[in-house]
């Protein structure tokens, strides 16, 4: 599986844009990009995917750039309720089951 | 809508018990998925399901078995449990895009 790699912690402050970036090198043309977040004592929950373009729903935005080895996970105004540790995961489309495999994402911590 | 139900959410073994983990989605998934995850790492996929009557292996599968008898539900069982095998099981299941979770069962064999 392609591999990702994220900053370990990120500090943001309350009510301001946090961009966290996730680099994959090694992206496959099958492999989508998923991001999940963690809040403490709770399993993942699923915040959004892309292929190849930019994508936008309620809960954030994903930048893909355009040779896509790298991404970027936009969270428009961090709250409280933000912090949380994210992963950034490659879904290979072909793959069975759609079997999603993590690392140790990004803790964000967001500050008063 | 529950989601993702995982029953106990506590459970402390002496070694060398056993126990069964429930994990059941009202969500008519055909994908079901048992990931643990310890201290400070992500989680890692023990064993997964594409059907009902079928599992398979993931990352970490020894000491572990399952069964998918019926599609809305996917036991986990641990026949002999080990001290490593304290950690905090998290059960999924989805359709092939986004994948819904439990709230986890934490276990500590003692």
């Known amino acids: 599986d392609a591999k990702t790699t994220q900053p370990n912690s990120m500090e943001s402050n309350e009510e301001e844009p946090v961009h966290l970036p996730c680099n994959h090198s090694?992206?496959?043309?099958?492999?989508?990009i998923h991001w999940y977040r963690q809040l403490p004592s709770q399993g993942p929950e699923y915040v959004i995917h892309g292929l190849t373009s930019n994508v936008n729903n309620r809960m954030a935005s994903l930048a893909i750039a355009e040779d896509r080895k790298s991404s970027t996970l936009i969270l428009h105004r961090a709250t409280l309720r933000d912090a949380a540790v994210y992963y950034c995961i490659l879904r290979d489309a072909t793959s069975t089951a759609s079997k999603l495999t993590f690392g140790t994402g990004t803790r964000l911590q967001v500050m008063l | 809508n529950a989601g993702v139900t995982q029953t106990p959410k506590f459970r402390v073994l002496k070694t060398g018990q056993s126990m069964t983990l429930l994990c059941a989605q009202d969500?008519?998934?055909?994908?079901m998925y048992w990931y643990r995850q310890d201290p400070g790492m992500g989680l890692r996929l023990i064993h997964y399901s594409v059907g009902e009557g079928t599992t398979a292996k993931g990352e970490v599968p020894d000491g572990y078995n399952v069964s998918r008898l019926k599609k809305q539900n996917f036991l986990l069982g641990l026949e002999s449990a080990a001290p490593s095998q304290t950690s905090v099981y998290f059960c999924a299941s989805s359709l092939g895009t986004e994948a819904f979770f439990g709230q986890g069962t934490r276990l500590t064999v003692v």
């Open positions: 090694t992206i496959s043309g099958t492999d989508y």
């Open positions: 969500m008519n998934h055909e994908y």
